[in-house]
């Protein structure tokens, strides 16, 4: 992280202004996992919007004082100017991150490394028992092949983000073990909930209080796990807390629309405009900017690493990021 970046993120916890912007580059998606819904929704045809106007965004982005761009799912190495989107994003100066299935990664491995500061790789199970979580045959065996490409092309951090859920909180050290294997870091959280999909996955208040409880003894352990203390002991709690991602970042969606969250989380979301259109300063100066994140401040449908580590109290969680950029540890917050 540049410096200009860590100065700006740090202003940003105690005078918040969106920093991260989230894009979806596409709906589709390569995998048909067990705890996820989205492939079931998916168009059957390419839905990615011109890279000129990407680019024009970006450029826009950077202006109005952002600091990093993060592509998600739909599956970002669909795309085919991946490369072009991060080049651009981290030659202006935004930090570059996307996240994976991994399925696509030994293929693209080469053109994207050398443009992305922060990988984040999914991993729910060793072996098999991932390809069956995630629904593709083979897919451990490419997730591994496409990290070794991926370490050996890039200077990048690599995180393993992993869902946890009754089918897969057995595996939480056999996860933490391979990240340390590999030399990368692991994130855990609790599978997010999809009505009519996955509800018999979600683990129960006491389900959640053991695996937690053993994830946080395993980072006491010295194994790579990235979460935050302050994450982990919400992420063990099961209590309500304040959620700071729309009042920190904007999503921006295949269709160029742009939300303050993610629109299956909250059904009622409504577009704050199109980014072929809207001024980003005008925007977040808005009293609709203020009091949708206002709104959104009190949902608690989701409980990814991100939401985690900047929950509650901002300026709090400004110093524990001061400090642990003094420590070397983790200046991206996402």
Not at 122 to 146: C, M, N, T, W
Not at 169 to 177: P, T
Request: overall charge positive.
């Amino acid at each position: 992280m540049t410096i200009r970046n860590f100065l700006s993120a740090v202003r940003a916890m105690f005078f918040p202004h969106p920093i991260f912007l989230f894009h979806k580059p596409t709906e589709r998606c390569d995998c048909r996992c067990r705890f996820c819904d989205f492939w079931k929704k998916m168009p059957n045809k390419n839905d990615v919007l011109p890279t000129n106007l990407i680019l024009s965004f970006l450029n826009q982005a950077r202006l109005a004082g952002f600091t990093t761009y993060v592509l998600w799912g739909g599956e970002p190495l669909l795309v085919e100017d991946l490369p072009v989107w991060l080049a651009h994003a981290k030659r202006i100066g935004l930090g570059t991150m996307f996240c994976t299935s991994g399925r696509k990664l030994l293929d693209r491995a080469e053109e994207v490394a050398p443009h992305t500061d922060r990988l984040i790789i999914s991993i729910e199970a060793i072996g098999k028992r991932h390809d069956e979580l995630r629904g593709v045959p083979g897919l451990f065996d490419l997730v591994v092949k496409g990290l070794e490409r991926f370490i050996s092309r890039s200077h990048g951090e690599i995180i393993i983000w992993s869902h946890i859920n009754r089918e897969n909180r057995d595996e939480v050290e056999s996860i933490a073990k391979f990240a340390q294997e590999f030399g990368v870091k692991v994130e855990f959280f609790p599978t997010t909930e999809y009505s009519g999909y996955n509800e018999p996955m979600i683990l129960n208040r006491k389900e959640r209080e053991e695996v937690f409880t053993r994830i946080i003894q395993l980072k006491k352990e010295g194994y790579p796990i990235n979460n935050t203390w302050y994450a982990l002991e919400l992420m063990r709690s099961s209590r309500r807390f304040r959620c700071n991602i729309p009042l920190l970042s904007i999503q921006v969606y295949p269709d160029g629309e742009i939300y303050p969250c993610e629109v299956r989380m909250v059904p009622d979301l409504r577009s704050y405009g199109n980014i072929a259109e809207v001024d980003l300063n005008t925007l977040f100066a808005s009293s609709r900017f203020q009091k949708e994140a206002s709104r959104l401040s009190s949902c608690n449908n989701c409980l990814l690493p991100c939401v985690a580590h900047l929950a509650d109290n901002l300026p709090l969680q400004g110093i524990r990021k001061v400090v642990g950029g003094i420590l070397r540890i983790n200046l991206t917050f996402c």
